[in-house]
């Protein structure tokens, strides 16, 4: 397995390769949501790199920078059966080696980035699209893998890269739920015994709404039904809203391919999904 921790390693390879690159940009603690992505891009490219970052610039000062979790040998392990052979591990000095307070910015469009998770997390998509763009030109992939589990992060992503003309395609990922529904993510590790039984509500939740968002139903209803039901089972909801998939504006009305979006909190532990209407 390869593992390139500079960025003069990482280019001779990357100068050495014939056919397509599929990067799979990733903060690591590996699940099978990650290993679905990984998958699709080896379906996709001849290369798949997988990037394992802990990106500081997009978790905010009272957020779980500190404690997120890294589990470099066992992601590495976990990446060696998938069959991915090449891995890029850059460090904060690699990343932002004149600090991170006085750099260049890519400032996401407000429209996408200030609702729903970037209402109560300011500077976090930023955060996301300088990284990207740097991992992008780091790598010079021909093809972006994101999940839609992040999907207001896949949005932004997408009209970063038409914006900006990158020369990348954006390939969206299906988002992976455990068998209980509950959508994978590292941040379930931090979920103790009781709150992973309850979990699995925010997902049963959104999938409930969804059913019930026909064309004659009240938006507004089915929000409020759906954030008590979140509340009596013990979370604090932060957001539970049904929006555009694309212009991710607020719909009064469903939809057909609209999607419901949630974030709450249970315990420490912030969780988010999204279902879409059928
Ligand atoms: P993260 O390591 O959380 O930054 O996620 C890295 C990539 O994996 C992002 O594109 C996420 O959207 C994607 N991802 C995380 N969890 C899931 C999941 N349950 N299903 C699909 N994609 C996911």
């Not at 992008?136 to 914006?163: F, N």
């Not at 932060?238 to 057909?256: G, W």
Request: glycine fraction near 6%.
């Amino acid at each position: 397995m390869a593992i390139f921790k500079d960025i003069a390693g990482l280019r001779q390879w990357r100068q050495s390769l014939h056919g397509t690159l599929a990067l799979v940009p990733t903060m690591g603690n590996l699940h099978e949501g990650h290993l679905a992505l990984v998958r699709l891009a080896a379906n996709r490219a001849e290369h798949v790199l997988v990037s394992i970052y802990v990106n500081p610039l997009q978790f905010g000062p009272q957020e779980d920078f500190a404690n997120y979790p890294r589990t470099l040998d066992q992601d590495l392990q976990r990446l060696h059966e998938a069959g991915c052979q090449t891995v890029f591990t850059p460090d904060n000095g690699l990343m932002y080696p004149r600090g991170r307070q006085d750099i260049s910015i890519v400032m996401p469009p407000r429209s996408l980035s200030k609702v729903l998770c970037g209402a109560s997390r300011p500077g976090h998509f930023a955060g996301v699209c300088t990284v990207l763009s740097k991992l992008l030109h780091m790598v010079a992939p021909e093809i972006l893998v994101l999940g839609e589990k992040d999907y207001q992060q896949l949005r932004i992503v997408q009209q970063m890269v038409a914006d900006l003309n990158l020369n990348v395609q954006v390939l969206p990922g299906p988002l992976q739920r455990e068998a209980d529904g509950l959508a994978y993510s590292s941040r379930n590790t931090f979920l103790n015994l009781a709150e992973r039984q309850v979990a699995p509500l925010l997902a049963e939740t959104l999938f409930d709404l969804a059913r019930r968002s026909t064309s004659d139903a009240e938006v507004s209803d089915l929000a409020a039904t759906g954030w008590e039901r979140l509340e009596r089972a013990g979370f604090l909801p932060e957001y539970l809203e049904l929006r555009d998939a694309q212009t991710l504006q607020s719909l009064a009305l469903p939809q057909p391919g609209a999607r419901w979006f949630a974030a709450a909190r249970l315990g420490q532990t912030r969780l988010i999904d999204n279902v879409i209407i059928s």
